[in-house]
């Protein structure tokens, strides 16, 4: 059993059920920071509000009593306190596609998520019933079915604010679907996505897969197609320096098609689109992508998140292969813009 009063320790307080909350806990298992979960419920929500400057999770309070929150700024403030193992590549080309993939997970990844756990009665009721459980739970079966019935209606009515309607749903649902294939291919050859160790990208991506994983339809076809995916998640929830990072020219024949198929020619035009429509303060936006139209309404923090994106390239801006690559893919025209 945990102690939940250490003194030497890191305070999470999230979710089972929250993607960034089990990648910011997969974060501090790696590198073995002492840390105690707590989730976020009535009896925690005193010390919550405490150090939280926003109502999400996670937050992550330091011994020293410090409170973070936003699990990518989480991890980079935790790296750059407790340096090692690393989860940055010592070459700037696969830090970089290290972040990017990143970025696509928490933005572009989060819509499969959450379309698969809310779009169906299946996974509303199995996600609904789990958070009413985790955040009652010594209340009655009556008493959480209720809870769930609430928690339920609740997030069916933030589909739209990952982009998840009638009309864009075939589409995420054909983009998990090839992405669990390209990772597959891609994870049967190494045990993380840069080789023997864990980078930022694969917290990223964990997040996301692993909650798809605990859901009724998203989990059957992990389970069906995706054996070496599967894995790892699995060795993500507790995961460990096996070797050193590979060269890009290494990774380069199963990674390249996802940064292609996936971050370019899917989540860097919603990007954009999106970005456009909060400087044009739009309630909507339109554009066409993979062969239909997509709709929602922006995600305001992602431009800031973008912004960020844009100067870690700019940064890069040296280096001639990952150019070169960024080009090859078509990510470059995005990541160069000026928003």
């Known amino acids: 059993m945990q102690d939940v009063h250490r003194q030497d320790a890191y305070r999470l307080f999230g979710i089972e059920l929250s993607p960034y909350s089990v990648k910011v806990r997969a974060y501090l298992r790696f590198k073995q920071l002492p840390h105690v ?15 939280a400057r926003l109502p999400l999770v996670p937050l992550v ?17 935790l790296e750059r306190r407790h340096p090692e193992p690393s989860i940055r590549p010592e070459s700037q080309l696969t830090g970089f596609v290290s972040d990017l993939l990143e970025e696509f997970a928490d933005e572009w990844g989060n819509k499969w998520m959450f379309h698969y756990r809310w779009a169906r009665d299946v996974d509303q009721w199995s996600a609904a019933g789990r958070i009413a459980r985790i955040m ?16 339920r209606a609740r997030m069916i009515g933030r589909m739209g ?33 840069l080789g023997a160790r864990p980078a930022l990208a694969d917290f990223g991506l964990f997040g996301e897969l692993y909650e798809a994983w605990t859901d009724p339809t998203a989990g059957a076809l992990i389970e069906a197609r995706a ?4 894995a790892w998640i699995q ?18 024949a199963t990674l390249l098609p996802l940064l292609r198929d996936q971050v370019a020619k899917l989540f ?15 309630e909507r936006f339109e554009l066409p992508l993979d062969g239909s139209i997509w709709t929602q309404q922006p995600q305001k923090y992602h431009a800031k998140s973008l912004a960020v994106l844009r100067e870690k ?8 292969e990952l150019g070169e690559l960024m080009r090859a893919t078509g990510c470059h025209d995005v990541l160069a813009a000026r928003g």
Request: charged residues 25%.
């Open 37 to 51: 979960w707590l989730t976020r419920d009535a009896s925690t929500q005193a010390e919550f509000e405490r150090y």
């Open 235 to 252: 060795r993500m929830c507790f995961p460990d320096v096996e070797g050193p990072f590979e060269a890009w020219s290494d990774l380069r």
């Open 161 to 193: 604010f990952v982009g998840s309607n009638e009309q864009t749903g075939p589409l995420i649902e054909r983009s998990f679907q090839q992405a669990i294939g390209l990772l597959e291919a891609h994870l049967e050859r190494r045990p993380y996505l």
């Open 268 to 282: 860097l035009p919603w990007s954009a689109a999106n970005e456009q429509a909060i400087q044009q303060r739009s």
């Open 136 to 151: 009652q739970p010594t209340a009655s079966d009556e008493d959480v079915r209720v809870a769930a019935e609430r928690v």
């Open 227 to 230: 054996p070496a995916l599967l």
């Open 313 to 320: 390239y700019a940064e890069c801006r040296k280096d001639v």
């Open 61 to 77: 309070v330091s011994p020293a009593g410090d409170g973070l929150q936003d699990s990518t700024p989480i991890i980079e403030e």
